[in-house]
């Protein structure tokens, strides 16, 4: 744990009822105390950091690039850097957040890794992104435009390398009332054990309602075959929240 991490303060963002809840977004405020809030609010979430390095791992290809899209604060970046021992690779961390690209690099900073990482500030619809053999999408997706969603994908597909792998981490719908209602609930109920009350979990949901828009797995899945991947997999899952990766052939 770095010097940084020790001193992480609890999220207390929506502890206060408020008037008007404002759309979420990744501003200085939630920077501040970011790795409580995503340790907090997402089932597994260290599992699958963990995850996705050792899985990146297994894809990396000296002299190619490792793109970590959406990086907030650069945990799956450092997680790849630290799995990855044999392969001379740069990883590229892109944000669209300033207060998180500005924290990010300077936590990124802190560690030693042998595999450079390379955070930058920009748009990852816009952005040029090539010679990739890993590209990782841990919970960006879902924040992303959906109208604009294909087009990505599409993108990150051609900059890809045969044989590399787009892995993605997202909350999805079940697609049925009921067991949607089920698995949301069983969320909260992890939410309150790790003590968000239910004021905090209803705003945070009111702040999200605009910003965060899931899709199905039988979506992912039929988006990413129909742009061209050989196979999709899940590798991970813990109640509504999935961690899966595509193989390009
Ligand atoms: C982790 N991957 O810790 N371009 C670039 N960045 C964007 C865009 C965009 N268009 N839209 C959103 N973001 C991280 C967690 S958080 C998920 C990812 C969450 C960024 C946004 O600024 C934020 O940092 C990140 O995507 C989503 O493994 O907080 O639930």
């Given at each position: 744990m770095s010097e940084y991490e020790k001193k992480i303060p609890s999220d207390t963002i929506y502890q206060k009822q408020q008037n008007k809840v404002d759309d979420f977004s990744f501003n200085r405020q939630v920077v501040d105390?970011?790795?409580?809030?995503?340790?907090?609010?997402?089932p597994g979430y260290a599992n699958i950091?963990?995850?996705?390095?050792?899985?990146?791992?297994?894809?990396?290809?000296?002299?190619?690039?490792?793109?970590?899209?959406?990086?907030?604060?650069g945990a799956v970046s450092l997680s790849i850097a630290k799995h990855n021992q044999q392969h001379e690779i740069q990883i590229i961390g892109i944000d669209n957040s300033p207060a998180m690209v500005e924290r990010c690099q300077r936590h990124v900073d802190s560690y030693t890794y042998t595999t450079p990482i390379?955070?930058?500030?920009?748009?990852?619809?816009?952005?040029?992104?090539?010679?990739?053999?890993v590209i990782v999408?841990?919970?960006?997706?879902?924040f992303i435009e959906p109208g604009l969603r294909?087009?990505?994908?599409?993108?990150?597909?051609d900059a890809l390398i045969p044989g590399g792998i787009l892995i993605l981490s997202e909350k999805i719908k079940l697609g049925n009332e009921?067991?949607?209602?089920?698995?949301?609930?069983l969320h909260h109920d992890f939410k309150r054990e790790n003590g968000y009350s239910n004021l905090e979990i209803s705003q945070k949901r009111?702040?999200?309602?605009?910003?965060?828009?899931?899709?199905?797995?039988?979506?992912?899945?039929?988006?990413?075959l129909k742009t061209g991947f050989d196979a999709v997999s899940i590798w991970?899952?813990?109640?509504?929240f999935v961690s899966f990766f595509a193989i390009k052939g």
């Open positions: 105390v970011f790795p409580d809030m995503i340790e907090r609010s997402i950091i963990d995850g996705v390095g050792r899985l990146a791992a297994k894809f990396t290809v000296a002299k190619f690039n490792v793109y970590d899209l959406g990086c907030s604060l390379n955070i930058k500030e920009a748009d990852i619809v816009d952005f040029e992104i090539n010679n990739a053999s999408m841990n919970f960006t997706l879902q294909n087009k990505l994908m599409s993108k990150l597909f009921v067991m949607d209602s089920a698995i949301i609930e009111t702040a999200l309602e605009n910003v965060m828009i899931l899709d199905e797995y039988s979506l992912h899945e039929k988006r990413l991970y899952q813990q109640f509504n």
